[in-house]
Nanobody, 125 residues
């Protein structure tokens, strides 16, 4: 069964840090670009970061640039999203998704075909 599983979410105070993991089973994450998305309460899902196949390209939305870092560990078939200096407005369900191309479209992965189930991140003020 092909699936993505996110983990690492939780409750953290403003200014704190969390690292999210996105692990694939049934396929390798190395082949395609991987994107991170989030959906805050009452809002639509937004793309926030993308990493290309070879990790040559990592891109971020302005709202997270300088605070979030995306990376890959091919040996573990996992993509990470390291989040620092978290703010209450970062509270959301975070999802990873695999695109159909090896490259990113800015900070968004194009036409994602696999999604994880999401992990909740809550930042208290």
């Amino acid at each position: 069964q092909l699936q993505l599983v996110e983990s690492g979410g939780g409750l953290v105070q403003s200014g704190g840090s969390l690292t999210l993991s996105c692990t694939a089973s049934g396929f390798t994450l190395y082949t395609y670009a991987i994107g991170w998305f989030r959906q805050a309460p009452g809002k639509g899902r937004e793309g926030i970061s993308c990493i290309s196949r070879s990790s040559a390209s990592t891109n971020y939305a302005d709202s997270v640039k300088g605070r979030f870092t995306v990376s890959r560990d091919s040996a573990k078939n996992t993509v990470y999203l390291q989040m620092t200096d978290l703010k209450p407005e970062d509270t959301a369900i975070y999802y990873c998704a695999q695109g159909r191309n090896y490259y990113c479209s800015g900070y968004v992965v194009e036409d994602p075909n696999y999604w994880g189930q999401g992990t909740q991140v809550t930042v208290s003020s």
